[in-house]
Every structure is written in structure tokens, then in C-alpha cells.
């Protein structure tokens, strides 16, 4: 079991930068890829980026690409999501998750074969 606990959200102006942490605790931290979410109402979870379990190689949306930068330590056992350039669209709640499959070569911008998840912090962008 894997338990992950995310912080570091709030509130920004549209072009600001916030920087999500997600803390984990339990298995062995640095066997699992992980990724983070997110999810604005009414829409369905979607992915943001997802990095392997040695950190060698990150996957992100097209929507992030060039403005996120997901990194992990694995001394810390934390996985960090840096936003910059926020924009309005990107205001939802990000959730980190921790793959099923220890030890997984890449990591899966698949929501399905994450199997730990965090409670969520809120990011809100204004205009």
C-alpha cells in the first residue's frame, strides 16, 4: 500500500506559478512511476504528466508541454509538479498517483493503471 498526501495549491493570477508536492508513504517509493491528474468540474480526470520510477523519463499533455515540470526525489520519497505560466484553463483539482505495476519501464499517462491516489489540492487561476 501506498498512501500519498498532496500540497502546495491555492489560488494565482493567469501567468503565475504554483508548486505541487506530493509526500509518499508506505512501499518503497522509489520502485513506483508516478503521475499527477487532474480534474475540473464537471469534466472527467485527465492526465498531466507522469515520470518514471528512476526519474530517466517524464511524459506530459499537450496542454502542459513547455509550461509543467514534473521531478521526483527519491531520498524524499516526494514527486514535485512545477506550473508555470498558469492559465484560467488549467484551475482544477491535481491529484498525484503512484502506478500499480512496480518497477514499470516509462511511465503510463494512463489513468486506469495508477492504483494509489491522493486526497487532491485545489488550483485555482484567475484571469
Known amino acids: 500500500q501506498v498512501q500519498l498526501v498532496e500540497s502546495g495549491g491555492g489560488l494565482v493570477q493567469a501567468g503565475g506559478s504554483l508548486r505541487l508536492s506530493c509526500a509518499a508513504s508506505?512501499?518503497?517509493?522509489?520502485?513506483?512511476?508516478m503521475g499527477w491528474f487532474r480534474q475540473a468540474p464537471g469534466k472527467e480526470r485527465e492526465f498531466v504528466a507522469s515520470i518514471s520510477w528512476s526519474g530517466g523519463s517524464t511524459y506530459y499533455a499537450d496542454s502542459v508541454k513547455g509550461r509543467f515540470t514534473i521531478s521526483r526525489d527519491n531520498a524524499k520519497n516526494t514527486v514535485y509538479l512545477q506550473m508555470n505560466s498558469l492559465k484560467p484553463e488549467d484551475t482544477a483539482n491535481y491529484y498525484c498517483?503512484?502506478?500499480?505495476?512496480?518497477?514499470?519501464?516509462?511511465?503510463?499517462?494512463?489513468?486506469?493503471?495508477?492504483?494509489?491516489w491522493g486526497q487532491g489540492t485545489q488550483v485555482t487561476v484567475s484571469s
Open positions: 498517483a503512484a502506478d500499480g505495476q512496480p518497477g514499470r519501464r516509462g511511465a503510463s499517462p494512463y489513468l486506469h493503471e495508477y492504483n494509489y
Open positions: 508506505g512501499r518503497t517509493f522509489s520502485w513506483y512511476a
